[in-house]
């Protein structure tokens, strides 16, 4: 197939199509060197998609766009390129007389990772994380210390005791 499409929406012609790679460094700052760049991450790829739809289906397609704009699903992207996982940034339409029966569009669109729900079983994960008992140590009682005053009240009351 020769024609670019999103998703189930295939276009009549695609103008321009355009892919930007892009990464965040981090720079520090250190004495007598100034800066240096310690940390890369990628960032997502973006890709900007411009042309016309026209025909009898072009309005359903242009509805069929606008719910794709909504990013309730991920969709495939063919073209000069072919990306997965595409969510549509932004959908710009317009309507004019040198497109009759249709409109001309662009898009931005965004490659997402998505988070994969992982399942615990709640008894599995709590057993993982309990270690049994293997060593009480010594267990020692401690006293207060007995003041003089307490010492004497000790003392008078043993000596009642054995009269």
């Known amino acids: 197939m020769n ?9 009549t012609a695609t103008t321009e199509e355009t892919v ?3 990464n965040e460094i981090t720079e520090r700052p250190v004495e007598d060197l100034g800066y240096i760049s310690d940390h890369v991450r ?4 973006k890709f900007n998609v411009s042309g016309v739809l026209v025909g009898e289906e072009a309005f359903s397609r ?5 719910e794709y704009s909504k990013g309730k699903e991920t969709l495939q ?3 000069r390129n072919v990306f997965y996982n595409v969510l549509i940034e932004t959908l710009e339409t317009g309507h004019n007389k040198e497109t009759r029966n249709g409109f001309s569009f662009h898009m931005s669109c965004k490659i997402v990772q998505q988070a994969v729900k992982k399942e615990i079983i709640r008894n599995q994960a709590i057993n993982a994380q309990v270690k049994e008992v293997t060593k009480q140590g010594k267990i020692t009682v401690m006293q207060k210390p007995v003041t ?6 000790i003392m008078q009351k043993g000596a ?4």
Not at 42 to 45: A, E, H, S, V
Request: proline share 3%.
């Open 148 to 153: 003089k005053k307490k010492k004497e009240s």
């Open 3 to 11: 024609a670019s499409k999103i998703g189930e929406v295939i276009f």
């Open 77 to 79: 992207y063919y073209g």
């Open 160 to 163: 009642r005791q054995e009269e």
């Open 62 to 66: 242009l509805m069929k766009l606008r």
């Open 42 to 45: 990628q960032k997502p790829i």
């Open 20 to 22: 930007s790679y892009e």
